[in-house]
């Protein structure tokens, strides 16, 4: 793969996270090749179209996660399944209609989500597919609304435990956080990330009963990212992450997660 010169590329020795005026190939690239860890696009989405998604996001109504107390989401994580066969059946079985639910709460506007994917497939020279599992389609665009003072807790995501033993885990090579953030709070809120990583083992030791490790059993964060309306943000997700509690307002944003397998393979989303 032909990479030109990156146009903002800062070195991961000084700086782990790049900001880019536009999503670009070279870009992607660093993220892969761990150049970089975070790559920040700022006004991904504009300021009308965050305020128009954002009462309509509030007007459908959030759920608590299954397994995340007091984070609410609009659609499903597969991290909810828990390897329970009724759970996965029911996560395929509303995932289309998950998908239609955001772009309707979106609506006049395009569901962002929707706008990332057809960005990305024409960055990606393999484009860029909802993924599937057990021969179904995935559903991509969880929306989660934080609420003041409550903290993500720490964790890393591995696709290979929500579906051990399966080809569209096992041949990922990278995965990557996507989030693009419709609200977000003035102060508080930030992603912040730790550069070691652990063993899935150790993760599932740490954090005990717990869905993730509680922030006071970690040192202070390695870097923070503070968004802004309308961000879109990637990050290395096999790397412990977390959100900082906010202030004042709802955390409200529309996620995914993109894997790679490749240069020469498709790019995949999915939640």
Known sequence: MNIAHPRTATAFATNPVRVSSTLALEDLVALIRNEIQVLRI??????????????????????????????????????????????????????????????SACAPYPCPMDTFRCVIDEVWNGGCTLQTLYGKKMFVGLSRCMKPGIPLKAHHDMFARHAPDTPEANSLISQFGVNIYIDVPAKGGELGMWNHEISDAEFLEQRGDDYAIPLDQLGPCDYTTKPENGDLIFFNARKLHAVLPGEGIDRLTISGFLGYRGDKEPLTVWS
């Open 42 to 103: 700022p006004r991904f989405i504009d300021d009308n179209a965050c305020k128009q998604i954002s009462k309509g996001l509030k007007s459908t109504g959030y759920n608590d996660y299954l397994n995340a107390p007091k984070v609410g989401r609009i659609g499903m994580s597969y991290f909810e399944t828990a390897k329970t066969k009724e759970i996965i059946d029911h996560y395929f079985a509303t995932a289309i209609d998950n998908i239609n639910r955001l772009r």
